[in-house]
Nanobody, 115 residues
């Protein structure tokens, strides 16, 4: 059984940083693409960072260097480093494991940028 569990969200002040983690069990992430999506209040879930199985990255829709996706295959974990956070980055952040046949999602982790 494949499980995807995100963590690391919370309340952060504008300009702050957070690192989200996505721990996957039941399947080896090294064989598949992974991505981070987010869903803000009243919006649809949107892809903004992607890492293929060959580790080509594609940070979509963020200023260069603001968000960085990475993975540790030995820990079967995907990370999202978020810097210089802004109130508009407030959202629920979801990790996606794309096997090509189906997607596996976590429950999401809330990030709130305020203060």
């Amino acid at each position: 059984q494949v499980q995807v569990v995100e963590s690391g969200g919370g309340l952060v002040r504008p300009g702050g940083s957070l690192r989200l983690s996505c721990v996957v069990s039941g399947i080896n992430i090294s064989d598949f693409a992974v991505g981070w999506y987010r869903q803000g209040p009243g919006t649809q879930r949107q892809l903004f960072a992607w890492l293929s199985e060959s580790d080509l990255t594609n940070d979509i829709g963020s200023p260069k260097g603001q968000f960085t996706i990475s993975r540790d295959n030995a820990k079967n974990t995907v990370y999202l480093q978020m810097n210089n956070l802004k109130p508009e980055d407030t959202a629920v952040y979801y990790c996606d494991l794309d096997t090509g046949l189906r997607d596996y999602w976590g429950q999401g982790t809330q990030v709130t940028v305020a203060g």
